[in-house]
């Protein structure tokens, strides 16, 4: 499959398919409800499974990847556990609709934070966290609506930044906002390095090269060469700010978000940087894979992740 092709699904999810289901989210959460909403989203989902050839494949590679990385024969892919991470994503996009209408309190949530980082969340500067499309960020808006006020600058490359933003205001939230970072020239690395003097945090994911190209490094995932976006660390870098993980998974009693430090501080010199950041992605791959083992059927990019020639069957 080639780059044109990929670029092009990801469009069709990112620009179409995400606005598109936020706007129908955000609506069932005035009119509808959870209740009412759960078998239509579900249906929604089923319908993208049964049509999806595309999205089924790579879930379908996905697992078959962590099985073998694992060396676990229980991970490996069947039509029924492709199927479970497709019902796992409705179940997250569900899931924001509770932490939207503000049924999602910060005592349903177990936060592990062992450095210690929300003592930080009110400190003189902000600093960056990068998360991943595993389990589900939308709560990460418990911390910053429901804990320390703080306020939360998400990094997107969608185009619908500011429409998203105008659906978060109308859903309740005051302290998230969306900014988009297609390119990274100097009026958006201003603006965000104002945010972060005024204590404001930056919150961007790992694991979703750029729509619009961008600079991205190959590095090992789950046993396999893949393309992760430079973004994270090149900002970090050019920002001078601290940069922390973030991850949240879902289990049979509730949330667990996981906060631990990363990196106090990225910098390279003009002749290693393309080495150094190599090396900061390679360890975000290797974070990621530990939390996908954890949570096998919530990382939720269905899109070919992996150039292969040998698709898998499904």
């Known amino acids: ?35 009412v909403l759960s078998p239509i989203l579900h249906g929604i989902v089923l319908y993208f499974f049964l049509f999806g050839r595309r999205a089924r ?14 060396q676990q024969p229980e991970l490996r892919p069947t039509h029924w556990r492709v199927f479970g991470q497709f ?50 960020l ?3 808006r418990a911390l910053a609506e429901l804990g320390e006020k703080v306020t939360m600058n998400v990094l997107v490359h969608t185009k619908h930044a500011e429409r998203f933003n105008r659906l978060l205001g109308e859903a309740g939230a005051t302290n998230l906002r969306l900014i988009q970072v297609s390119e990274l020239d100097p009026a958006i690395m201003l603006q965000l390095s104002q945010r972060l003097d005024r204590g ?6 790992g ?34 700010c601290p940069i922390n993980l973030i991850f949240c998974l879902k289990g049979a009693s509730g949330y667990r978000v996981i906060l631990e430090p990363f990196a106090a501080a990225i910098e390279w010199r003009r002749s290693d940087r393309q080495q150094v950041i190599t090396q900061w992605t390679q360890r975000y791959a290797d974070r990621l894979a530990h939390y996908c083992v954890q949570a096998p059927q919530q990382w939720f990019n ?13």
Request: aromatic share 10%.
């Open 302 to 314: 269905f899109y070919p992740f992996w150039k292969s020639d040998d698709e898998p069957r499904t």
């Open 200 to 205: 404001e945090w930056l919150a961007i994911a």
């Open 57 to 70: 494949r790579s879930a379908w590679q996905y697992q078959e990847h962590l099985a073998d990385w694992t």
């Open 207 to 240: 694991d979703r090269v750029p729509l619009h190209g961008g600079r991205n490094a190959r590095v090992d995932f789950l046993g396999h060469q893949a393309a992760f976006p430079q973004g994270p660390w090149l900002l970090a870098g050019l920002l001078k």
């Open 87 to 136: 019902m796992a994503f409705a179940d997250a996009l569900l899931d924001k609709l509770d932490v939207w209408n503000g049924k999602l309190g910060l005592e349903q949530i177990e936060i592990i934070d062992d450095a210690h980082l929300r003592d930080q969340l009110r400190g003189e500067r902000g600093q960056m966290l990068v998360g991943a499309h595993l389990g589900n």
């Open 1 to 35: 499959m080639s780059d044109a092709d990929q670029k092009q699904h990801w469009a069709a999810h990112e620009e179409r398919g995400s606005f598109l289901l936020m706007k129908l989210t955000a609506w069932g959460v005035k009119v509808l409800g959870r209740r």
């Open 138 to 140: 939308e709560v990460c």
